[in-house]
């Protein structure tokens, strides 16, 4: 089973390129984001303390996302692969997943670092805004992402390379481009 961590920017393409690859592998998709907009929905316990960190731009607690996560690992098995979009989201996160995976004889084998210049990532999510009316993508809360994103997150592309499971990809371009630049990244990982 191949384990695959779509890493980037919010506005990367992180759940965009992740359906393309569901399409072509059948991989089991988990991202971070949906569920906690799920539970938000459902005015769950959990969802009030997502929407209060969500709707300001801020990421959800380690301890939050960690606990929702061991809970989703624990339970997966008789699948091809699996792509996590959107978690890990900081370095403790990033322990913490490497360890849950080691505890199940199991490991990170690809991490996707999709790479985007500013301006793109913005423009993306205003436009996104304007159709799908998700409360985070406003141009205040999207420069509070975009500045989380650097002093919390982006510090994880150093962490994986260190263990030698980093790719970098350009992830401008049409969505076909970007994921015909994967494509032959998970083809080699499953060899
Ligand atoms: P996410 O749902 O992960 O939101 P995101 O970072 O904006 O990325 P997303 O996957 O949705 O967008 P994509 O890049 O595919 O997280 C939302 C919030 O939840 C976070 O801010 C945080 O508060 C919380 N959260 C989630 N996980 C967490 C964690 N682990 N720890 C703590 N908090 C957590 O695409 C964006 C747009 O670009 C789309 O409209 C798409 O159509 C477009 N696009 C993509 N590729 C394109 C291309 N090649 N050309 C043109 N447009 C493109």
């Given at each position: 089973m191949l384990n695959v961590l779509i890493f980037g920017a919010p506005g990367s393409g992180k759940g965009t390129q992740s359906e393309e690859l569901i399409r072509k592998y059948g991989f089991k998709h988990i991202s971070t984001g949906d569920m906690l907009r799920a539970e938000i929905k459902a005015q769950t316990p959990l969802g009030e303390i997502a929407a209060r960190y969500i709707n300001d731009g801020n990421l959800v607690p380690d301890d939050v996302i960690v606990e929702m996560m061991e809970q989703f690992v624990l339970t997966q098995k008789d699948t091809e692969g699996i792509i996590y979009d959107g978690f890990p989201r900081t370095v403790p996160q990033g322990e913490a997943l490497w360890s849950m995976l080691e505890r199940h004889?199991?490991?990170?084998d690809l991490v996707l670092n999709l790479q985007v210049p500013e301006e793109v990532l913005i423009e993306r999510l205003l436009h996104r805004g304007e159709v799908s009316g998700r409360a985070d993508d406003n141009m205040e809360t999207i420069r509070k992402r975009l500045e989380v994103y650097e002093t919390s997150t982006a510090a994880l592309a150093d962490f994986f390379s260190a263990k030698g499971v980093l790719h970098n990809v350009v992830g401008t371009g049409t969505v076909e481009e970007i994921t015909a630049r994967i494509i032959p990244i998970v083809d080699g990982a499953l060899e």
């Amino acid at each position: 089973m191949l384990n695959v961590l779509i890493f980037g920017a919010p506005g990367s393409g992180k759940g965009t390129q992740s359906e393309e690859l569901i399409r072509k592998y059948g991989f089991k998709h988990i991202s971070t984001g949906d569920m906690l907009r799920a539970e938000i929905k459902a005015q769950t316990p959990l969802g009030e303390i997502a929407a209060r960190y969500i709707n300001d731009g801020n990421l959800v607690p380690d301890d939050v996302i960690v606990e929702m996560m061991e809970q989703f690992v624990l339970t997966q098995k008789d699948t091809e692969g699996i792509i996590y979009d959107g978690f890990p989201r900081t370095v403790p996160q990033g322990e913490a997943l490497w360890s849950m995976l080691e505890r199940h004889n199991d490991k990170v084998d690809l991490v996707l670092n999709l790479q985007v210049p500013e301006e793109v990532l913005i423009e993306r999510l205003l436009h996104r805004g304007e159709v799908s009316g998700r409360a985070d993508d406003n141009m205040e809360t999207i420069r509070k992402r975009l500045e989380v994103y650097e002093t919390s997150t982006a510090a994880l592309a150093d962490f994986f390379s260190a263990k030698g499971v980093l790719h970098n990809v350009v992830g401008t371009g049409t969505v076909e481009e970007i994921t015909a630049r994967i494509i032959p990244i998970v083809d080699g990982a499953l060899e």
